[in-house]
Nanobody, 115 residues
Framework: QAQLVESGGGLVQAGGSLTLSCAASGIIFRVYSMVWYRQAPGKERELVAIVNSGGFTTYAGSVKGRFTISRDNAKSTVYLQMSNLKAEDTGIYLC?????????WGQGTQVTVSS
């Protein structure tokens, strides 16, 4: 059974850094695109960053230059390095594994940035 488990969230001051991890099990990790989303209170879920099976990355404009997504296929883990954090980065960060015909989600990890 597929399972995604996020970790690394927490409380950080504006300007600080955090690294999120998402460990996958029960799937052939290397064939999936891995995506980080976030959801702030009262707002729609927002795509933050994607790394596809070939390692190609895409970022939301609001995080470009501050966040870095990466994957370790040997560990079935995707990471999101976040720096120069802003109050508007606050939200629940969710990990998604996607391929044609399949989508799996983690439970999310809370990131709170104090200004």
């Amino acid at each position: 059974q597929a399972q995604l488990v996020e970790s690394g969230g927490g409380l950080v001051q504006a300007g600080g850094s955090l690294t999120l991890s998402c460990a996958a099990s029960g799937i052939i990790f290397r064939v999936y695109s891995m995506v980080w989303y976030r959801q702030a209170p009262g707002k729609e879920r927002e795509l933050v960053a994607i790394v596809n099976s070939g390692g190609f990355t895409t970022y939301a404009g609001s995080v470009k230059g501050r966040f870095t997504i990466s994957r370790d296929n040997a560990k079935s883990t995707v990471y999101l390095q976040m720096s120069n954090l802003k109050a508007e980065d606050t939200g629940i960060y969710l990990c998604n594994a996607h391929k044609l015909g399949a989508d799996y989600w983690g439970q999310g990890t809370q990131v709170t940035v104090s200004s």
